[in-house]
């Protein structure tokens, strides 16, 4: 593939210049022209994911059965102190691997993103390895978000719910083989209608936790102390409670596969990482705070090996009637539409990635006329579907296993990322272009060292509850995962017998990014943007 030229801009633009220019490329549908230096452009997907979408799945789009459903387990199995403390924890290391993440993506957007970062800057053999473990959490992602509409189902009826699993399958397809502006504009409003459904169920928790609940009491905090609470089943509950946490936070980091089709990523991407902070805190740790206070972790059919009910839906239900449940769990099946969507997004990327770096044949790298992986989307969804068909052995089984298999799979890419970020700066020090970083993390070393030690260690201790007794399928559900990994670095080393990127070889030019004329102009007109015009400026380009 040839170069791009490196086109001269003129480095003087007046205020008008710009806005005038900015007016004239807005809403442009053309594929932006990239300059690089003396790398070249192994990717070519359409960048069409305005920063307003990315905004917004950033904010929202990762929120799904995560949040809605699998606190319900949590509760059930660990306690209302036990989800609050994991939540906080996990919700740091998720922070601290954005921040790293956030630095990488910035400097090189590729929808490989980190997959393609560890080969490059650790070794082909831990490349192929956690581009395999994250294609598989995407694929299984899909078949989570299937199997949890069927146990959302079974709140209104006993009808063969697996047939509408059926056509949302279906419908994840179309959306995910047409323009990506299409999904771009699904996962847009469907996160407005997450962020809306949150924010009231804060307000409804209150509301009951102050009397308006089927008791016509006070409840304040007396779940805590009730039964077994705040911590059910000690040190070996809270243990538990890591993995399905991690399966609620699960995601997160895949926005950063959305820089390969995002406009203006170097400026976008900052801007997206700097707001996790408050997107852990006001969406995952308040929901744990509320849920613990006002649902008792013993509350019936929370959580059985048939039967989930997610909790924000007995909260509405407990401040109305069963009609007021029944539009929760409404929304939260749109919730669970919106995140098996993303997780089709970014399986068949990942999966398209994998064509571009040579992991397997070429065939996953075709495009149709819209620059949509197609070939990727079909494999990613299929095989989706065949880990859903796995539904015979009972929903509410396949829940747990998949809750279990995506957690842990998601605990190793933070690890991978962490190690990767490390080896990323490591590298640009050794060549002395740590300069040209255009977004640092401010917690290097120390971040992703934490996050090394820290993930290492709940690796290990999450399945402790399944030795004492011992449970041969709670351990496969731990541990299993721990076996893929590795046998994925050995199949690929041995084939390849690749060794660890040396510092000075480690290459930063393939694929970097530099701004576009349009991307010049509008940073630009959000530079000189001051007081209410910049109000405007950020709700009509990041919001609307």
Request: net charge neutral; aromatic share 18%.
């Amino acid at each position: 593939m040839s170069e791009s030229p490196n086109p001269k801009f003129s480095p003087e633009l007046t205020k008008d210049d710009s806005t005038e220019a900015f007016t004239k490329y807005e809403g442009s549908d053309v594929l932006e022209e990239q300059s690089t230096k003396v790398g070249v452009v192994t990717q070519e997907l359409n960048r069409a994911l305005q920063p307003r979408h990315v905004s917004l799945i950033a904010i929202a789009g990762i929120i799904g059965t995560g949040l809605f459903l699998s606190y319900s387990r949590s509760l059930a199995q660990s306690g209302p102190l036990s989800l609050l403390l994991c939540n906080m924890l996990i919700g740091l290391v998720v922070y601290l691997t954005m921040l790293s993440l956030g630095e990488m993506s910035t400097f090189i957007p590729q929808s490989g993103s980190f997959c393609t970062y560890a080969k490059r800057w650790v070794s082909e053999s831990f490349g192929f390895a956690i581009i395999c473990n994250y294609w598989f959490n995407d694929a299984v992602s899909v078949a989570s978000d299937l199997t949890a509409l069927q146990l959302l189902m079974g709140y209104w009826t006993d009808f063969h719910y697996w047939i509408i699993s059926l056509i949302f399958w279906f419908f994840l397809l179309f959306l995910n083989v047409i323009h990506v502006r299409f999904y771009g504009e699904a996962e847009y409003w469907m996160a407005i209608l997450k962020v809306a459904t949150i924010v009231a169920f804060f307000i409804v928790s209150i509301v009951v936790n102050v009397g308006h609940n089927p008791m016509n009491e006070y409840i304040g905090f007396r779940y805590w102390s009730q039964g077994d609470a705040p911590f059910v089943d000690g040190f070996k509950g809270f243990c538990k409670c890591f993995v399905f946490v991690s399966f609620s936070f699960g995601g997160t980091e895949s926005i950063a596969i959305t820089a390969g089709e995002q406009v203006n990523p170097t400026r976008t991407m900052p801007r997206v990482i700097k707001t996790t902070f408050y997107r852990i805190i006001i969406f995952y740790v308040f929901s744990a705070f509320f849920i613990g206070m006002n649902v008792p972790y013993d509350y019936p059919n929370l959580s059985t090996k048939s039967t989930a009910t997610s909790p924000f839906t007995i909260v509405f239900q407990m401040a109305g009637s069963k009609s007021a449940g029944s539009f929760m769990n409404a929304v939260i099946v749109t919730s669970v539409i919106s995140a098996g969507n993303h997780a089709l997004f970014a399986g068949s990327r990942l999966a398209y990635t994998m064509g571009t770096e040579g992991y397997i044949p070429k065939i996953f790298t075709r495009t149709n006329r819209y620059q949509v992986p197609y070939v990727g989307v079909l494999i990613t969804w299929f095989i989706g579907g065949a880990c859903f068909g796995s539904s015979f052995i009972g929903a509410g089984t396949l829940w747990t296993w998949l809750q279990s298999l995506v957690g842990v799979s998601n605990q190793i890419s933070w690890l991978c990322i962490a190690i990767t970020s490390i080896r990323f700066r490591r590298g640009l020090e050794t060549q002395g272009r740590t300069d040209e970083l255009a977004f640092k993390n401010w917690t290097y070393p120390y971040g992703p060292w934490f996050c090394v030690g820290f993930i290492s260690l709940i690796i290990l201790v999450q399945g402790w509850g399944s030795f004492d007794p011992w449970d041969v399928a709670e351990f496969f559900q731990n541990y299993i995962q721990l076996f893929i990994f590795p046998t994925c670095f050995a199949v690929w080393y041995l084939y390849k017998r690749d060794h660890f990127t040396r510092r000075p070889e480690m290459d930063f030019d393939t694929d970097r990014y530099h701004e576009t004329e349009k991307d010049i102009l509008q940073n630009k007109a959000e530079d000189e943007a001051k007081g209410f015009g910049k109000v405007v400026f950020y709700i009509k380009n990041y919001i609307i």
